[in-house]
């Protein structure tokens, strides 16, 4: 079977004893720079090569140092601590002489982490209330605009909540929060990895606060909780603190099971005054 589009733009291979080729694809490219997320997932295929029987990002912390371009790239991967379950690394993205992403991960399998553990979950956190997905509006119904400066659009679906779209009719609620359905637009299955993209996919959520345009991310810290099961996901961004020009974004992921299977919180800048 022929590799989806998302497995072919993470795609890496080994470049030295601890260091991997990769090409970032132009596909991702939003606004000013790539796409975050498919940075952190291009990263994290480099780590789970370099980690054999630890196939899962539990946890990954990435800073982002300088604004990464489409072409090729070197991930420099380096093991910090193996604890049996759970193994620790860092690792990091050049161009060139720039470095462009510098993360802390630790990974597992969360198939043994789930089965070892005590079978009881308390989750507090309720699914985004989604209408049916015949009832949410397509992202390509973006303006041209938007769909030329931010080819990454074209990389999934996304269907929006119809009370949380008035940010793109010039009418923003000022709530703070954006929610849809999503997919990878060949259709492939969510697994861990696609995770840390989907974590950084929707519109920042100052749109919502009628502040539209590139919010470059300083830091994204990801959590993954479950591997997904297959079909659509349910995607909410939010903000509650804007200041000294940068935001906070909360991201979770809940799976077609209805399982909360990922967290996010990152720090941006705030989009620029056009």
């Known amino acids: 079977m022929a590799a989806s589009e998302f497995d072919r733009d993470i ?58 371009e489409p072409g090729p790239a070197q991930i420099r991967v380096d093991v910090r601590r193996d604890g049996g379950s759970l193994t620790t690394a860092t690792a990091e993205l050049w161009q060139g002489a720039e470095l462009r992403l510098t993360a802390l991960a630790t990974y597992g399998d969360l198939a043994s982490l789930h089965a070892s553990s005590d079978p009881r979950e308390r989750v507090v956190a309720v699914p985004p209330d989604l209408p049916p997905r015949e009832r949410c509006v397509p992202g390509s119904m973006a303006p041209e605009q938007m769909r ?28 703070g929060t954006i929610s849809a359905w999503y997919r990878l637009a060949d259709g492939r299955a969510p697994d861990t990895l ?56 909360d991201c979770e992921v809940w799976d077609s099971a209805g399982r909360l299977v990922a967290q996010a919180r990152q720090l941006a800048r705030v989009p620029r005054h056009r």
């Open 11 to 68: 795609a890496v291979s080994k470049d030295g004893e601890a260091a991997y080729a990769a090409e970032l694809a132009p596909g991702w490219v939003v606004g000013g720079g790539i796409n975050g997320g498919y940075l952190v997932a291009v990263v994290g295929n480099a780590l789970r090569q370099h980690l054999p029987g630890k196939p899962d990002p539990i946890v990954v912390s990435a800073s982002y140092c300088s604004a990464s």
């Open 148 to 175: 030329r400066t931010s080819p990454m659009l074209d990389r999934f679906e996304m269907l929006f909540h119809p009370d949380q779209i008035g940010w793109a009719l010039g009418q923003p609620s000022g709530t």
């Open 194 to 249: 696609s995770l840390l993209q989907v974590l950084d996919a929707l519109p920042p959520a100052t749109f919502d606060l009628g502040m539209p345009g590139w919010a470059p991310t300083l830091e994204l810290t990801c959590h993954v909780r479950h591997r997904p099961s297959p079909g659509w996901l349910a995607v909410t961004h939010s903000t509650s603190h804007l200041s000294g020009g940068m935001f906070e974004e």
